[in-house]
């Protein structure tokens, strides 16, 4: 594929007449508005051009009781069940994380491989090695801990590390993912893709849901799926509250 | 409250970037009626915002983020469209005859969504890296990370011109 070819693709994209005489439309009636209610933002549902939409918090609600998931890996929960102890490179969540705190952020990059850094290179080689499993769960967010790093080499902006309770553990084709044992309580770390994502931190106290996901065929054993995934949810789906409402 | 924007502003600004707006849109958010949302949007918040703009660059990287930031929402309620209608829009985009087009258009709309954005504006809207960097507020070293995967994965023959900045 060259140059040449992609933009004679995407030379072929353009909005239609109508939307754009649409538009024009609904911005001069937003316009006119304005100026003939100086002190009020325009009524912008009014222009009967726009295509109803529901509110913000209606949105964030579907979106949130719908989809929004973070992908943790069901191999912690494995390994945690197995041994108590949160495996991550060396790091548990019984350990002090001060090294990291202070910027040791080299020996956090070399757990993750730059192409697993990323949500739909890690889904695509996911399909391709049959990772592709997932469960759902709610959980409580007990406590968490946000680290940033300017270290362009690790190839993300910085990570959480948390601690959830789990509540509820959803159904999982052919996995049987159970909560772990002794405790509901587990670790999970989630990396930021960019600096906005920092800027969303958790709330301590509300209700998620996570989207948890396995390693090769079903059985989490794999530590590289199991970070990617945990990084790739966060990317993906953000941490959108639950609402408890 | 924002200034009432004159008519001509208007015209103006929808002349200019609708083609870029609603090709950002339709790349990521892979559904032309989406497509179509995220273009009306992005130009009403055009006419809700204060901003001044400084310059003319400023004005369409401005534009450019409200696309992408919207498309993130909308990307958020993935699936909500059926993939039958991107076929829909990619029947109605190209000619039967244009089969290797339409497989162009079909790998870009496979690439991840930052990998997607960073490609069109690179090679597309051929923004600088530098652009690229402040419009989306990453860094240029994030930016060119992604064209290198994009590249990879598109299996591209693109001219880098070392990145230019």
Redesign the interface.
């Known amino acids: 594929m060259k140059k040449s070819d992609l933009k004679r693709t995407f030379d072929s994209i353009s909005p239609s007449d109508d939307l754009i005489s649409k538009t024009k439309a609904m911005m001069l009636a937003a316009n006119s508005q304005t100026e003939g209610a100086p002190d009020k933002k325009p009524d912008v549902k009014t222009a009967t051009v726009l295509t109803p939409r529901p509110s913000r918090r209606k949105l964030l609600h579907t979106v949130s009781s719908c989809a929004a998931m973070l992908v943790i890996a069901a191999g912690m929960m494995f390994l945690y069940a197995r041994s108590g102890d949160f495996p991550m490179g060396g790091f548990s969540s019984t350990k002090s994380f001060d090294t990291a705190s202070t910027g040791n952020f080299a020996s956090y990059a070399r757990l993750i491989d730059q192409p697993v850094c990323d949500y739909e290179s890690f889904r695509s080689e996911a399909v391709g090695e049959g990772n592709t499993a997932t469960m759902s769960i709610t959980a409580t967010m007990l406590s968490y801990d946000i680290y940033t790093s300017a270290d362009e080499s690790f190839g993300a902006y910085g990570f959480c590390l948390a601690r959830i309770s789990v509540n509820e553990v959803g159904k999982a084709d052919g996995l049987s993912i159970r909560k772990p044992g002794g405790g509901t309580a587990v670790s999970i770390v989630i990396y930021f893709s960019d600096e906005r994502d920092i800027n969303s931190l958790p709330v301590i106290g509300e209700e998620y849901t996570f989207l948890l996901a396995s390693g090769k065929d079903g059985s989490p054993k794999d530590p590289l799926s199991i970070r990617a995934g945990m990084y790739n949810t966060w990317k993906c789906y953000g941490f959108s509250a639950q609402s408890t409402e | ?2 200034p ?2 004159s ?1 001509d502003d ?2 103006d600004v ?1 002349n200019r970037y ?2 870029m ?3 950002i849109a ?2 990521n958010t892979m559904s032309k009626h989406d497509a ?2 995220i ?2 949007e992005t ?2 918040r ?3 915002s204060d901003k001044e703009y400084e310059s003319e660059e400023h004005r369409k990287a401005w534009l450019i983020r409200v696309t992408v930031n919207l498309c993130r ?1 909308f990307h ?3 699936n909500k469209h059926s993939a039958a209608s991107l076929e829909d829009y990619e029947n109605e ?2 000619a039967p005859e244009e089969t ?2 339409k497989g ?2 079909e ?2 709309h496979a ?5 997607k954005t960073v ?2 504006l690179f ?2 809207e051929e923004m600088s890296v530098r652009e690229i960097a402040d419009t989306l ?3 240029e ?2 930016v060119k ?1 992604r064209l290198n ?1 994009g590249r990879n ?7 880098e011109e070392g990145d230019r900045k």
């Open positions: 409250m924002n009432a924007r008519s208007i015209e929808v609708s083609d707006v609603y090709r339709v790349s179509d949302d273009f009306q130009f009403l055009y006419m809700q929402s958020s309620q993935m985009l190209f290797e087009e162009i258009f790998r870009v690439l991840p969504e930052k990998l490609i069109l090679y597309y507020g990453i860094s070293a994030n990370m995967r994965k598109l299996k591209l023959e693109l001219e």
